[in-house]
């Protein structure tokens, strides 16, 4: 099994400015044939269930604002919100569907 | 406009059984694939299992290997978890997810709660 790893496992960033959320991948989720991460980003807001930010390791879902940005590739991995704003405050997970599907444990995501 | 709902979910004791259903409306059910995926109290995600459109392959996770089964009714826009053996690890918040034609979730039902208690 692929075991998703993320850092740190929460973090308070003051409104305006940069959170970054990492993900370790314990096999690359690189799909050769086609040069795909399978990586993606969900926010999940207390009460809520999963929402999709971020597909292909850095490809933006329909709807999510351009302040989240994912980059990396094969086992490295990291979520940007470039200024966090009140309702960003969420727990973020990556999740890779390379092989079946495996989460990363969870980043709380407040505010200082 | 993509819609999933769960039911099914109860208070059930130790080694019981219990049926999820998942309604599907607003695409064509068929052509994609589904997972179930939960969250117990607290914690994080935990994908569970998953189907293709036309069921010809079927995985599950090793917590719930020989338990659960997935199954689903194309005709009636329906995805199931049969759970048996019930323990009370499978306390949790259980979701369907679509699986997107770029092959990430795309779209999450709200949940249903199963709780294993005596």
């Known amino acids: 099994d692929i075991v998703m790893t993320q850092s740190p496992d929460s973090l308070a960033v003051s409104l305006g400015e940069r959170a970054t959320i990492n993900c370790k991948s314990s096999?690359?989720?690189?799909?050769?044939?086609?040069?795909?991460?399978?990586l993606a980003w969900f926010q999940q807001k207390p009460g809520q269930p999963p929402k999709l930010l971020i597909y292909?390791?850095?490809a933006r879902e329909s709807g999510v604002p351009d302040r989240f940005s994912g980059s990396g590739s094969g086992t490295d991995f990291t979520l940007t919100i470039s200024s966090l704003q009140a309702e960003d405050v969420a727990v973020y997970y990556c999740?890779?569907?390379?092989?079946?599907?495996?989460f990363g444990q969870g980043t709380k995501v407040e505010i200082k | 406009e993509v819609q999933l709902v769960e039911s099914g979910g109860d208070l059930v004791q130790p080694g019981g059984s219990l049926r999820l259903s998942c309604a599907a409306s607003?695409?064509?059910?068929?052509?994609?694939?589904m997972n179930w995926v939960r969250q117990a109290p607290g914690k994080g995600l935990e994908w569970v299992s998953h189907?293709?459109?036309?069921?010809?392959?079927?995985h599950y996770a090793d917590s719930v290997k020989g338990r659960f089964t997935i199954s689903r009714d194309n005709a009636k826009n329906s995805l199931f978890l049969q759970m048996n053996s019930l323990r009370n690890e499978d306390t949790a918040v259980y979701y369907c997810?679509?699986?997107?034609?770029?092959?990430?979730?795309?779209?999450w039902g709200q949940g249903t709660l199963v709780i294993v208690s005596s």
């Open positions: 096999q690359s989720v690189l799909y050769s044939s086609n040069n795909k991460n399978y």
């Open positions: 189907i293709s459109g036309s069921s010809t392959t079927i």
């Open positions: 999740q890779q569907y390379y092989n079946s599907r495996t």
């Open positions: 292909w390791a850095s």
């Open positions: 997810a679509r699986v997107g034609e770029l092959l990430s979730d795309d779209y």
């Open positions: 607003g695409f064509i059910f068929s052509s994609y694939g």
